[in-house]
């Protein structure tokens, strides 16, 4: 036998006692990654629950590791998002959720202690605690593993109390915007999705109540009013007799500046916040009235916002 085949036959022996004895498990999961890699597949035991406000439950998700590295069951989490959208959402309101160990990310709860090696699977557990207000609830949920999203997207609906079942026709998508608040809440029929903190109009130029559809979407427009402020992931609003009268959801404006002249995260005056050649106004009064009228979203949230939202298939409900 040539030494060419004996080297080959031992590469392939000591490959497969690797393989069965499990030595090299630790090196895969901390190896570099790349789509397919880390692939899941997961399904909960149930997705539709029926809970009493503040009630405590758990709910079983069956996993299949469908990817070719190795990695611990303790690192799959859950995060919750918007279907479209890989980054973490608030859950919905009011928070329910005591046990997730940051706003957005669950810790799981795996029934064994060993690496899920490709093609095996096993069960883990999700803590959940239901908001304390009666009503409809909706979560989505995208596994991640050692922080990195992958799987499929699972959508959970949570029924809090006894709400009732109205017989009405409701909207694919409602936003609905408190002026007193200064909150939006995104929903699905009678699903609350989730909720942000935003700004209205200041005091001399209010953001006016009404219903509203979102007419189109712009990645970027420019304002005339304060002049050449950029409005980011702007939604026109017209009302429903079709009349537009300049009023949209947007994220903060910024202006586009040198970077030289700033630092990268300091505050500035005037509530200005400066990033990546962006000088945002208005950044850190959002919560207050403070805008021409359109609804502020801060940057992270506006984008979410945009990508969930439909023209001609959302209302807004501003009150």
């Known amino acids: ?23 090299f498990v630790n090196a895969l999961v901390w190896a570099p990654t790349s789509a397919g890699e880390l692939s899941v597949q997961i399904q909960p035991n149930k997705t539709s629950l029926a809970l009493a406000p503040g009630e405590q439950t758990a709910i079983s998700f069956q ?7 190795a990695w611990p069951a303790d690192q799959l989490n859950l995060c919750t998002v918007l279907p479209g959208n890989l980054g973490p959402v608030p859950i919905p309101p009011p928070t329910p959720q005591p046990f997730w160990s940051n706003a957005n990310c669950a810790t799981t709860y795996p029934r064994t202690k060993n690496a899920i090696l490709p093609n095996k699977n096993f069960i883990f557990s999700l803590p959940l605690t239901a908001p304390s207000n009666i009503g409809w609830y909706r979560l989505y949920l995208q596994p991640t593993i050692n922080n990195q999203p992958t799987g499929n997207t699972i959508m959970l609906n949570i029924q809090v109390g006894n709400p009732g079942h109205r017989f009405s026709v409701l909207p694919e ?3 609905n915007v408190s002026l007193t608040d200064q909150t939006m809440t995104l929903l699905e029929g009678k699903f609350y ?3 942000y903190v935003i ?8 953001t006016p109540p009404g219903r509203y559809i979102i007419n189109k979407k712009l990645t970027d427009v420019i304002s005339d009013q304060p002049a050449h402020l950029h409005l980011p992931y702007w939604m026109e609003l017209r009302d429903l ?4 009268e300049g009023y949209g959801i947007h994220g903060v404006p ?3 500046v040198n970077g030289k002249y700033y630092q990268e995260g300091k505050r500035y005056e005037y509530s200005q916040y400066y990033s990546d050649g962006k000088l945002y106004e208005g950044y ?13 979203a801060s940057p992270s949230d506006a984008e979410i916002i945009f990508n969930w939202a439909a023209p001609e298939k959302t209302l807004v409900n501003i009150q």
């Open 254 to 256: 910024y202006q586009l």
């Open 193 to 195: 999705i989730t909720k």
């Open 241 to 244: 007799n079709g009349v537009y």
């Open 63 to 69: 996993v299949i590791n469908t990817g070719i590295l």
């Open 1 to 23: 036998m040539s030494a060419g085949r004996k080297g080959w036959i031992l590469f392939c022996l000591v490959i497969y006692a690797v393989i069965n004895t499990g030595v």
């Open 173 to 175: 998508k409602q936003i």
């Open 284 to 296: 850190f009064v959002l919560g207050s009235p403070m805008s021409q009228g359109c609804v502020v």
């Open 199 to 206: 700004s209205t109009g200041a005091e001399v130029t209010p």
